[in-house]
């Protein structure tokens, strides 16, 4: 998954550069290889174990498939296609070897063989890295990429300075504290070296010793015992219960061993238990367990114990199937005053004698009532027994109630609870929990015992443990260092809250970090160098490294260059890091130049501090957090150098799955380049998902986003096409005012989420909507859209698309003739919106989409009788519009925009409303229309603001609906469209109901006269259609019909209309090639047609003459 991380973080970054370079920012985007850690050494060292045990090149025994095979439920031998592999044998894959991944990356033998040496893999893989991002289009320096390690002598000198510093500083400490510890690779596992469990970190449990009484203890323990005192260990998070313990719980077919510890006793737990403690210093011997016997819980099954704080003399071992022996020890103390679990399992074990009798457990050793500990609110003082009886829990076996059971009375018993017994008695249980955890430790009878809060396992594959060991660590719980972390978080920017809640928790309970480890490629400890500085620690400052890499070793990652200032890595002392990154620092005494110095130190203070990371919400806990602690310890003083901003993204899921080499659900860089292209690529990336929530790349969407930028590509080339009819002139048709303001308020939007880092947002503004108005501005403008209007659409568009899209929108910039490149343009000047054409558009768009809704229902109506004819096409619409509001409606809007204002725009309950209108004297006669009237309002006031309360619109809406009759006539597919107020409705027509921004359409059919249209100019694209003719009609309207069934007409004026001087014959004869109008008669443009239906005859009159038309009509464009 971290590949996939990192390509949504690169192209983070980059959409910010790309944007901040229009907005005339200078940007500096570096970019660094981290190769610090286990992983590099790990895989370097499998290699040459294998070749050490299967030669070169190695003959690897040859394993039969013994994957397990899961048959889900229902399958049969007939039905294998559900079948699938076990979760273990999918993860394995078919490379279990280290030579056989190198093999199937395409790597021969012996290039193989190269990669047992580490350092091989610096000089390999960079290269390749660097090739794939030039291809994404990354426009990275890369004089300033290196990679880190003591392989870069540079990197190395940087970092010893900065370890030395905060040594001085006391913010690195030496002693013995609980770590991650991996046993096998013997050394501290931090974050980055593990292949499992990133984040988890140790859980301090207090170990409850029970003592087991000599008489009730099986023969074999005894003997293995040898009058040492033997204890069952239980793990438990809440000592403060253990005033209520009444038995304990073992799981019958657990194997426990019992062994010695470091105070000659024995404890009794499960082996991995035991492997944890031995690494803290709790066994006989250090890291090893001298185990002494194997014994199954059955066989502890009825031991009476002593218990400590428990009051009773004693208490009895017995059965739970529930316990894990993974999680704690295996052991566990039963409270059932406060645990659900506890209280259902101890009265099964009452009720069901076949049970105790299977384990050969007596009743009176089950004989316990709950015991009263804790007073909880709302619960009482038996907390476990009241919620089980209110969730109606009749068993142990009710697992998901008792998981809520569990949920509502834990942290409610923790926090509000407060203990009535034992030497605490009174105090909140929350107070006192570390304080009995001690009491308990000094009476030797508990002990501190941590293990994993999950499993954990190094990359080398072992399962991690928690280890007290001697180690150097950073000291991140330090107060004064914490103080200072949280300030620079407070002046941070994370564009997420859920980033900002998660740094805070951080910060919360971060403490101590290991900072050194034995094993792996890194930096030597200065003054302790038997340790490496760990992968976390050395890459915390490396951003003011880069502001100088170019000068040291511009161009060579790891150094071995020429350094461009003639500069040795030697030279490097803490003394010149310190002049180069600390402003109050003087010139050292250096055989570097001071000319060089100040260069060097020049370059650091134009670029720092940094404005950007960019980086996985998964470094929240770990990484991004110590970034913000080492900069204030670094520059303690000088708060302008701490991070400026933080925006941290979830991981990459394809196809709304994650991404996983064993299912196949896997797209490398490389892949994804050759498929998609690098613009495709970036832009399906880019409209994946903005939130810290996981990206989701879904491969049909960046097809379907690749032939949305090649339409976009060939409708430029079209536009740009010289016999392409685009109007000139003025600007202040309607539609060019709705356009110019939709591109102005969509250019500021785009503007708004570039900025907030919302990338996919900003693609939606930037692009689809952008391109939306584009459309809408083509079909309504009936004239002809603006050149003008057209070629700024194409700059702004390609600007604006640059960020993302940066080899397309720089190909288009240059198809439109624009000098220079586009990463040197600017963000386009967006002028003044003026919301009123926009609101005309929307309305307008809204009002077309109810309108043909209305038709659709008109042509399908719901009740039509089967067999029944299907409605007939109408030719005519009749559209109705409101100026006022009904007086009554009008008291309504009035009264709830004042309580609606009064209440801090908030409406109140419904009751409200009624109240205030049954007694209305205006509202008498519409009793039973107000409340519905009331409801509608509030759904409009919810989508669109308090502006839906007004009585008139910012528009004639009359006017604006006969605007753009043309547009409605071609989205309805009507003949002709009739537009007027309601106070011109004709009778039998209800109005009462239409509203301002709500009018009311009708439909008819009119009647028609077909009549054939033939264009006979050979290959002129156009062909022969039938047209209606109707009752009024004229020249224009006809070509506007014709134009609607013939695309290829786009200019209507172009259109003549010729009628057949002999309707019979004409139409017969053949058409002359060079002389189309011979015999035929131009239909002046002031011409008006009527129509005999019953006759089936159009006519037109001209100049005060009726002529017949005939069954065809020639056309022609010119």
Same mark, same amino acid.
């Given at each position: 998954?971290?590949?996939?991380?990192?390509?949504?973080r690169?192209?983070?970054?980059?959409f910010?550069?790309?944007?901040q370079? %229009?907005?005339?920012?200078?940007?500096?985007?570096?970019?660094? /290889?981290?190769?610090t850690?286990?992983? =590099?050494?790990?895989?370097a060292?499998?290699?040459?174990?294998?070749?050490?045990?299967?030669?070169?090149?190695?003959?690897?025994?040859?394993?039969?498939n013994?994957?397990? !095979?899961v048959?889900?439920?229902?399958?049969?031998?007939?039905?294998?296609?559900?079948?699938?592999?076990?979760?273990?044998?999918?993860?394995?894959?078919?490379?279990?070897?280290?030579?056989?991944?190198?093999t199937?990356l395409g790597?021969?033998?012996?290039?193989?063989?190269?990669?047992?040496n580490?350092?091989?893999?610096?000089?390999y893989?960079?290269p390749?890295?660097?090739n794939?991002?030039?291809k994404?289009?990354?426009?990275?320096?890369?004089?300033?990429?290196?990679?880190?390690t003591?392989?870069?002598?540079?990197?190395?000198?940087?970092?010893r300075?900065q370890?030395?510093?905060?040594?001085?500083?006391?913010?690195i400490?030496f002693?013995?504290?609980?770590?991650?510890? $991996?046993?096998?690779d013997r050394?501290p596992?931090?974050?980055?070296?593990?292949?499992?469990?990133?984040n988890?970190?140790?859980?301090e449990?207090?170990?409850?010793?029970?003592?087991?009484?000599?008489?009730?203890m099986? #023969?074999?323990?005894?003997v293995?015992?040898s009058?040492r005192?033997?204890?069952?260990?239980?793990?438990?998070?809440?000592?403060?219960?253990?005033?209520?313990?009444?038995?304990?719980?073992l799981? +019958?077919?657990?194997?426990?061993?019992?062994?010695?510890?470091n105070?000659?006793?024995?404890f009794?737990?499960?082996r991995?238990?035991?492997?944890n403690?031995?690494y #803290?210093?709790?066994?006989?011997?250090p890291?090893?367990?001298?185990?002494?016997?194997e014994?199954?819980?059955?066989?502890?099954?009825?031991?009476?114990?002593?218990a400590?704080l428990?009051?009773?003399?004693k208490?009895?071992?017995?059965p739970?199937m529930?316990?894990?022996?993974?999680?704690?020890?295996?052991?566990?103390? $039963?409270?059932?005053?406060?645990?659900?679990?506890?209280?259902?399992?101890l009265?099964?074990?009452?009720n069901?004698?076949?049970?105790r009798?299977?384990f050969?457990?007596?009743e009176?050793?089950?004989?316990?009532?709950?015991v009263?500990?804790?007073?909880?609110?709302g619960?009482?003082?038996?907390s476990?027994?009241?919620?089980?009886e209110?969730l109606?829990?009749?068993?142990?076996?009710d697992?998901?109630?008792?998981q809520?059971?569990?949920?509502r009375v834990?942290?409610?018993g923790f926090?509000?609870?407060?203990?009535?017994?034992?030497e605490?008695?009174g105090?909140?249980?929350?107070d006192?929990?570390?304080?009995?955890?001690?009491?308990?430790?000094d009476?030797?009878?508990?002990?501190?015992?941590?293990?994993?809060?999950?499993? !954990?396992?190094?990359?080398?594959?072992?399962?991690? !443990?928690v280890?007290?060991?001697?180690?150097?660590?950073?000291?991140?719980?330090?107060?004064? *260092?914490?103080?200072?972390?949280?300030?620079?978080?407070?002046?941070?920017n994370?564009?997420?809250?859920?980033s900002?809640?998660?740094?805070?928790?951080?910060?919360?309970?971060?403490?101590e970090?290991a900072?050194?480890?034995?094993?792996?490629?890194?930096?030597?400890l200065?003054?302790? +160098?038997?340790?490496l500085?760990?992968?976390?620690?050395?890459?915390?400052?490396?951003?003011?490294?880069?502001?100088?890499?170019?000068?040291?070793?511009?161009?060579?990652?790891?150094?071995s260059?020429?350094?461009p /200032?003639g500069?040795?890595p030697e030279?490097?002392?803490?003394e010149?890091?310190?002049?180069?990154?600390? #402003?109050?620092?003087?010139?050292p005494?250096s055989?570097?130049?001071?000319d060089?110095?100040?260069?060097?130190?020049?370059?650091?203070?134009?670029?720092?501090a940094v404005d950007l990371?960019?980086s996985?919400?998964?470094?929240?806990?770990?990484h991004?957090?110590?970034?913000?602690?080492n900069?204030?310890?670094?520059?303690?003083?000088?708060?302008?150098?701490?991070p400026q901003?933080?925006?941290a993204?979830?991981?990459?899921?394809?196809?709304?799955?994650?991404m996983?080499?064993?299912?196949?659900n896997?797209l490398?860089l490389?892949?994804?380049?050759?498929?998609?292209?690098?613009?495709?690529?970036?832009?399906?990336?880019a409209?994946?998902?903005?939130?810290?929530?996981?990206?989701?790349?879904?491969?049909a969407?960046a097809d379907?986003?690749?032939?949305r930028?090649?339409?976009f590509l060939?409708?430029v080339?079209?536009?740009?096409?010289t016999?392409?009819?685009?109007r000139?002139?003025?600007?202040?048709?309607?539609?060019?005012q709705?356009?110019?303001?939709?591109?102005?308020?969509?250019t500021?939007?785009?503007d708004?989420?570039?900025e907030?880092?919302?990338?996919k947002?900003?693609?939606?503004t930037?692009f689809?909507?952008f391109?939306?108005?584009?459309?809408?501005?083509r079909?309504?403008?009936?004239?002809?859209m603006h050149?003008?209007?057209?070629?700024q659409?194409?700059?702004?568009?390609?600007?604006m698309?640059?960020?993302?899209?940066?080899?397309?929108?720089?190909?288009i *910039?240059?198809e439109?003739?624009?000098?220079?490149? =586009?990463?040197?343009?600017? *963000?386009?000047?967006?002028?003044?919106v003026d919301?009123?054409?926009?609101?005309?558009?929307?309305?307008?768009?809204?009002?077309?989409?109810?309108?043909?809704?209305?038709?659709?229902n008109?042509?399908?109506?719901?009740?039509?009788?089967?067999?029944?004819?299907?409605v007939e096409?109408?030719? %005519?619409?009749?559209?109705?519009?409101a100026?006022?509001?009904?007086q009554? #409606?009008?008291?309504?809007?009035?009264?709830?925009?004042?309580?609606?204002?009064?209440n801090?725009n908030?409406?109140?309950?419904?009751?409200?409303f $009624?109240?205030k209108? &049954?007694d209305?004297?205006?509202?008498k006669k519409?009793?039973?229309?107000?409340?519905?009237?009331?409801?509608?309002?509030?759904?409009r006031?919810a989508?669109?603001?308090a502006s839906?309360?007004?009585t008139?619109?910012?528009?004639?809406?009359?006017?604006?609906?006969?605007?753009?009759?043309?547009y %409605?006539?071609?989205?309805?597919?009507?003949e002709?469209?009739?537009?007027?107020?309601?106070?011109?409705a004709?009778?039998?027509?209800?109005?009462e109901?239409?509203?301002?921004?709500?009018?009311?359409?009708v439909?008819?059919?009119?009647?028609?006269?077909?009549?054939?249209?033939?264009?006979?100019?050979?290959?002129s694209?156009?062909?022969?259609?039938?047209v209606?003719?109707?009752?009024?009609?004229?020249?224009v309207?006809i @070509?506007?019909?014709?134009?609607?069934?013939?695309?290829?007409?786009?200019?209507?004026?172009?259109?003549?209309?010729?009628?057949?001087?002999d309707?019979v014959?004409?139409?017969?004869?053949?058409v002359?090639f060079?002389?189309?109008?011979d015999?035929?008669?131009?239909?002046?443009?002031?011409?008006?047609?009527?129509i005999?239906?019953?006759?089936?005859?159009?006519?037109?009159?001209a100049?005060? &003459?009726r002529?017949?038309?005939? @069954?065809?009509v020639?056309?022609?464009?010119?």
């Open positions: 998954m971290a590949a996939c991380i990192l390509v949504t690169l192209l983070c970054r980059r910010a550069i790309g944007y370079r %229009l907005k005339g920012k200078r940007c500096l985007y570096p970019f660094g /290889l981290h190769c850690g286990m992983p =590099i050494k790990a895989c060292d499998k290699l040459l174990r294998e070749m050490e045990d299967f030669g070169y090149p190695p003959k690897f025994p040859v394993e039969e013994t994957e397990a !095979v048959v889900e439920k229902g399958d049969t031998p007939e039905n294998k296609a559900k079948s699938k592999k076990s979760k273990v044998a999918a993860k394995a894959g078919s490379a279990k070897y280290q030579w056989q991944i190198m199937s790597l021969t033998d012996e290039e193989i063989k190269e990669f047992a580490p350092m091989h893999w610096l000089k893989f960079p390749w890295a660097q794939d991002l030039k994404m289009g990354l426009k990275v320096d890369w004089r300033r990429t290196f990679i880190t003591d392989a870069n002598p540079y990197y190395d000198s940087f970092v300075w370890f030395i510093r905060l040594k001085e500083r006391n913010k400490q002693g013995k504290r609980y770590t991650i510890y $991996s046993p096998k050394q596992c931090m974050d980055h070296d593990r292949s499992a469990g990133e988890v970190g140790p859980q449990y207090t170990l409850i010793k029970m003592r087991v009484i000599e008489e009730t099986p #023969q074999n323990l005894k293995v015992a009058r005192p033997v204890f069952l260990v239980a793990a438990t998070l809440r000592p403060e219960t253990m005033y209520g313990q009444t038995n304990c719980w799981h +019958p077919d657990i194997t426990y061993i019992a062994f010695v510890n105070k000659n006793e024995v009794i737990c499960t991995r238990a035991a492997r403690m031995s #803290q210093e709790m066994t006989e011997k890291e090893t367990v001298n185990v002494l016997a014994i199954k819980g059955k066989d502890l099954m009825g031991v009476a114990l002593v400590p428990s009051s009773f003399p208490i009895y071992a017995l739970m529930t316990i894990k022996e993974d999680k704690g020890t295996g052991v566990v103390t $039963s409270v059932p005053s406060d645990s659900p679990d506890d209280f259902a399992a009265r099964d074990l009452k069901k004698a076949a049970m009798e299977k050969g457990i007596k009176e050793m089950v004989a316990f009532e709950p009263p500990i804790i007073d909880v609110e619960f009482g003082t038996l476990a027994p009241k919620i089980c209110e109606k829990i009749q068993s142990q076996n697992r998901e109630k008792l809520l059971a569990k949920e834990y942290l409610k926090y509000e609870g407060v203990l009535i017994v034992g605490f008695k105090k909140k249980v929350q006192i929990k570390k304080q009995i955890q001690k009491l308990l430790v009476r030797g009878e508990a002990a501190v015992y941590m293990e994993p809060e999950k499993l !954990v396992v190094s990359r080398s594959g072992d399962q991690c !443990v280890a007290l060991c001697d180690q150097w660590f950073l000291d991140y719980g330090n107060a004064e *260092w914490k103080a200072q972390a949280t300030q620079a978080l407070a002046n941070l994370t564009y997420h809250d859920e900002r809640k998660n740094f805070e928790a951080t910060l919360d309970w971060l403490h970090h900072c050194s480890r034995s094993y792996g490629l890194g930096t030597k200065p003054w302790d +160098p038997q340790y500085i760990e992968s976390l620690s050395d890459s915390t400052i490396y951003m003011a490294y880069y502001t100088v890499a170019h000068l040291l070793h511009g161009g060579s990652f790891d150094g260059g020429t350094s /200032l500069i040795e030279e490097m002392t803490p010149v890091w310190d002049y180069l990154f600390c #402003q109050t620092a003087t010139v005494k055989t570097i130049a001071v060089k110095l100040k260069k060097m130190r020049r370059e650091f203070e134009y670029w720092y990371r960019v996985g919400k998964d470094l929240i806990p770990n991004l957090t110590y970034y913000l602690y900069h204030c310890a670094i520059w303690p003083n000088d708060p302008k150098k701490w901003a933080i925006r993204n979830g991981h990459l899921l394809l196809n709304s799955e994650k996983s080499k064993s299912t196949g896997f490398t490389s892949d994804a380049l050759e498929k998609f292209s690098a613009d495709g690529m970036r832009f399906a990336l409209d994946a998902g903005d939130t810290i929530e996981d990206a989701n790349f879904v491969e969407m379907a986003g690749i032939l930028l090649y339409a060939e409708w080339r079209e536009m740009m096409d016999d392409v009819a685009l000139t002139g003025e600007q202040n048709d309607i539609c060019d709705i356009f110019i303001n939709e591109m102005n308020l969509l500021k939007q785009t708004e989420f570039y907030k880092m919302l990338y947002e900003a693609l939606r930037g689809y909507e391109q939306a108005a584009r459309d809408k501005y079909e309504l403008c009936v004239v002809g050149r003008d209007l057209v070629l659409f194409i700059e702004w568009q390609a600007l698309l640059s960020p993302i899209c940066p080899h397309l929108s720089e190909h *910039w240059t439109i003739g624009k000098s220079g490149l =586009i990463v040197n343009a600017k *963000w386009p000047t967006a002028g003044p919301m009123v054409p926009i609101k005309v558009s929307s309305y307008l768009m809204n009002t077309a989409h109810e309108f043909r809704l209305k038709l659709k008109y042509l399908t109506p719901p009740k039509a009788k089967k067999g029944a004819a299907p096409k109408p030719t %005519l619409a009749i559209i109705l519009v100026k006022l509001y009904p009554w #409606q009008q008291v309504i809007l009035g009264t709830m925009k004042t309580i609606y204002e009064e801090k908030q409406f109140p309950d419904n009751r409200v $009624s109240e209108f &049954k209305h004297a205006d509202l519409y009793v039973k229309k107000v409340m519905p009237f009331v409801a509608g309002v509030k759904e006031v989508a669109e603001g839906a309360m007004r008139s619109l910012d528009f004639n809406e009359l006017d604006v609906l006969k605007q753009f009759a043309d %409605l006539v071609n989205t309805l597919d009507m002709n469209i009739e537009i007027k107020p309601t106070d011109e004709g009778e039998g027509m209800n109005v109901d239409i509203v301002p921004g709500q009018p009311f359409i439909f008819r059919r009119e009647p028609s006269v077909t009549v054939q249209f033939v264009n006979p100019i050979p290959m694209g156009l062909f022969q259609c039938d209606p003719i109707m009752e009024g009609d004229s020249v309207k @070509a506007k019909r014709l134009k609607r069934t013939e695309r290829g007409i786009k200019d209507i004026n172009r259109v003549q209309l010729w009628r057949y001087d309707i014959l004409g139409p017969r004869k053949m002359l060079n002389k189309p109008t015999a035929k008669t131009q239909i002046p443009s002031n011409a008006c047609f009527s005999d239906v019953k006759a089936n005859q159009a006519f037109v009159t100049d005060s &003459k002529v017949e038309l005939g @069954a065809q020639i056309y022609l464009v010119v």
